[in-house]
């Protein structure tokens, strides 16, 4: 069965960093893309960065140079570092992982910004 645990969610003012993480277990074939969603209410899920199986990276505008995604093909976990955070970047962050023929999301885990 295969399960997305993602952690690293949390409360911090504005200005401060995150490290999110997600790992990924019961997946035998290759995971060709890792990425991290996000989601305020009211508003739809939007892509904030994503990396495929060569290190090849893409970002939201609003988070490039802020934001650093990285993967380990190895372990099958993938990180999202969250620096200068803004109220802004408060939702629920998503892992989300793609395989040729299948795509599976974690459960969520919520980044709240103060002002």
């Known amino acids: 069965q295969v399960q997305l645990v993602e952690s690293g969610g949390g409360l911090v003012q504005a200005g401060e960093s995150l490290r999110l993480s997600c790992a990924a277990s019961?997946?035998?074939?290759?995971?060709?893309?890792m990425a991290w969603y996000r989601q305020a209410p009211g508003t739809e899920r939007e892509l904030v960065a994503d990396?495929?199986?060569?290190?090849?990276?893409n970002y939201a505008d609003s988070v490039k140079g802020r934001f650093t995604i990285s993967r380990n093909n190895a372990k099958n976990t993938v990180t999202l570092q969250m620096n200068r955070l803004k109220p802004e970047d408060t939702s629920v962050y998503y892992c989300?992982?793609?395989?040729?023929?299948?795509?599976?999301w974690g459960r969520g885990t919520q980044v709240t910004v103060s002002a």
């Open positions: 990396i495929d199986r060569s290190g090849i990276t």
């Open positions: 019961g997946i035998i074939l290759p995971i060709s893309t």
């Open positions: 989300n992982v793609k395989l040729r023929l299948a795509t599976y």
